[in-house]
Structures are given as C-alpha cells and as structure tokens.
C-alpha cells in the first residue's frame, strides 16, 4: 500500500525557514517523479516544485523559486523542501505527491498535509 | 489568476448530470494529460480522473472525463449529496515548466 507521510511544519516568524519531509513507502520511490504542491487557507490548490526520480531534474513555481528547494534521498525513501525566507503568503498546508506513471503531474496517492503558520 | 480556467461554482439536484469544464492552452492541456481532483473540506485531493479520461477503479463511474484541444471536462451524473466538494483541473504546462491548476470549482448539491 502506497503512503506518503509528511512532517516538518509548524510556526515561524516571518524570514525564517523550515524543512518538510515526506517519507514514503509501499512502492519503487527511485521510480517516481515527487511534487510538493500547497494549499492556503480557504483558497485552491497550488504547485509548489517537482523532482525528477533520480534527483537529477528540479522545477519551480515562480512563487517560490529562489526561496525553497525541493530535494530527495532515495536510499531513504524520503521527499524534502527546504523552506527558506518564510513569507505571510506561505501560510499553508503542504502535501506531498507522488506522479502518475512515468511523467511529473500528481497522480492519485496524497499525503495527508503539514501545516505551514508564518505569522510574528 | 490561474492558468487553467474553472468556473467558481456549479450546482445541481441530486440525480442531474452537472458537467465542469476546465480551459487551457496549447502549452498544457494542448499537449499533456489533464487530471481532475474532488476535495472535502479538511482532506487531501482525492484523484477522479487521469489521463483526460482514464477512471481509478474505486471511483464510481457516474464520474467521467474528456478532452478536447487545449479544453477539458469533468462530468458527474446521478448526482448524489456527498458529491459536494471542490473540483480542481490540472495539467502539465511545457511553457512554464511546471503544473498548473485550474482555480477549483465548488459544487453544491442543492
């Protein structure tokens, strides 16, 4: 059974950073694009970065590039965004996702979200 | 303003067919698979469709998916009270490198 765990989030001030985690289980992580997409309250769902298998390919929202950096440990089955120069608009819940298939759009295996506050 | 265009609202009675369309183009849904996504207040996306119109095997088949050009549609027939959620359309965008969702849509169930 496919399950994406994610952690890491919680309170900071505003500038400062974070790093989620998404450990996941179930199937070949190697294999597997992996999406960080985010969700403000009471708004829609936003793409935040994608990351090739291997690691070796990386791509970012406008939103966040610059700022967050999307990386992976495939020995540990765990997915990572580094979240720095936290913003009010950050404020959201994170999910992790793993792609449909061979290509880098979510499919239909979510984790359940970590929060995100950046308040002072 | 997002990339992929979805009408805020639908509504429909239970038993009607409600259809929700999506509006892209060349760059993502003119080229990538669409997939469409129902959420519950509090929870994770649920996958309804992928690849424009493939179903996952636990979603009933009152749910139903098409593309056509750079435009795509969700249709739900035989409406049911617990359909009422938030819809979202998303595609891969070669432009942007990146995915793009469409801004959600909320159906009430009336």
């Known amino acids: 059974e496919v399950q994406l765990l994610e952690s890491g989030g919680g309170l900071v001030q505003p500038g400062e950073s974070l790093k989620l985690s998404c450990a996941a289980s179930?199937?070949?992580?190697?294999?597997?694009?992996m999406t960080w997409v985010r969700q403000a309250p009471g708004k829609g769902l936003e793409w935040v970065s994608t990351?090739?298998?291997?690691?070796?390919?990386?791509y970012y929202a406008d939103s966040v590039k610059g700022r967050f950096t999307i990386s992976r440990d495939n020995s540990k089955n765990t997915l990572y965004l580094q979240v720095n120069s936290l913003r009010a608009e950050d404020t959201a819940v994170y999910y992790c996702?793993?792609?449909?298939?061979?290509?880098?759009?979510?499919?239909?295996?979510w984790g359940q979200g970590t929060l995100v506050t950046v308040s002072s | 303003q997002s990339v992929l265009t979805q009408p805020p609202s639908a509504s429909g009675t239970p038993g009607q067919r409600v259809t929700i369309s999506c509006s892209g183009s060349s760059s993502n849904i003119g080229s990538n698979y669409v997939y469409w996504y129902q959420q519950l207040p509090g929870t994770a996306p649920k996958l309804l469709i992928f690849r424009n119109n493939q179903r996952p095997s636990r979603v009933p088949d009152r749910f139903s998916g098409s593309k056509s050009g750079t435009s795509a549609s969700l249709a739900i027939s035989g409406l049911r009270s617990e359909d009422e959620a938030d819809y979202y359309c998303?595609?891969?965008?070669?432009?942007?490198?990146?995915?793009?969702f469409g801004g959600g849509t909320k159906l009430t169930v009336l």
């Open positions: 990351i090739s298998g291997s690691g070796g390919h990386t």
């Open positions: 179930g199937f070949t992580f190697t294999n597997y694009a």
């Open positions: 996702a793993k792609a449909d298939g061979a290509t880098t759009t979510t499919g239909g295996y």
């Open positions: 998303t595609a891969w965008d070669d432009s942007l490198s990146g995915q793009v």
